[in-house]
């Protein structure tokens, strides 16, 4: 199973180039698209969904050309955009088996099997008989991949799932996805770099509707090995120090000092140290880079 882009360009009407020329090839397994909001992952996200028009360009999944055959993919997707709606007063069993019922899933046998085998991959089996409006944020997402597990698609996009969930409701989400991911190719858009990291073999980082990178991110990170630089300065010393050196980031320290984190393929002075690269040194370089 592949997803193959071919030269994808999309402007809205305001003037906003949300793609340019976009080029991307996607495996099975789980697939991190990496990007600032504004950089364009939503509209690569809805344009691979078949729910808005490119431009120009092509797509091509597992055969199906998505931009003429709109249908053929629909059957074969599952898709969870970031906001997906208000919940009626109804169970989550009820409430997917209605869903089963519009995705053409007539025999009720039939219904009632795949609905426990979704809230059991969910992990919300235990809370079937309680209503989805009344869940918490992490436990709708979930019921969000539930509904959209129901006609077993090939192809799953999850539009910045993370976003707003607490760290141990994302915890749980995320191994849903690891769960799911493992048989199907599932697009996973985030700005968030340690949900990458945690859960995707292959990645890219995409921005100003531009794709920068295309790695795993293992190989990503090995790249700026040698090339990553930290030490210890003042928060008044940070102006001048970004004037000198290239900074890609800076964390304070429990004491107000300020740890910054340098590009820079040799050691820039003997002040600093060689640090281990990490994949949001990887983030940083390639958006620096794209200024």
Known sequence: MKLQINNLSKTYSNGVKALDNLNLEIGSGMFGLLGPNGAGKSSLMRTIATLQKPDSGSIEFDGINVLENQMDLRKVLGYLPQEFGVYPNMSAENLLDYFARLKGISSKKDRKAIVKQVLEVTNLYDVRMKNVSGYSGGMKQR???AQ?????????????PTAGLDPAERHRFLNVLREIGTNHTVIFSTHIVDDVKELCHQMA?????????????????EALKGQIWTKVITREALEENEKEFNIISSN???????????????????SFAAAEPQLEDVYFVALKNDQ
């Open 143 to 145: 019921f969000g991949i």
């Open 148 to 160: 959209l597990l129901l006609n077993n698609p090939k192809l799953i996009i999850v539009d910045e």
């Open 205 to 221: 980082i995409l921005n100003g509707g531009k794709i920068l990178s295309h790695s795993t991110p293992k190989e990503a990170t």
């Open 252 to 270: 304070y320290n429990q004491d107000n000092t300020l740890n910054i984190r340098v590009f820079s393929t040799e050691k820039p002075n003997d």
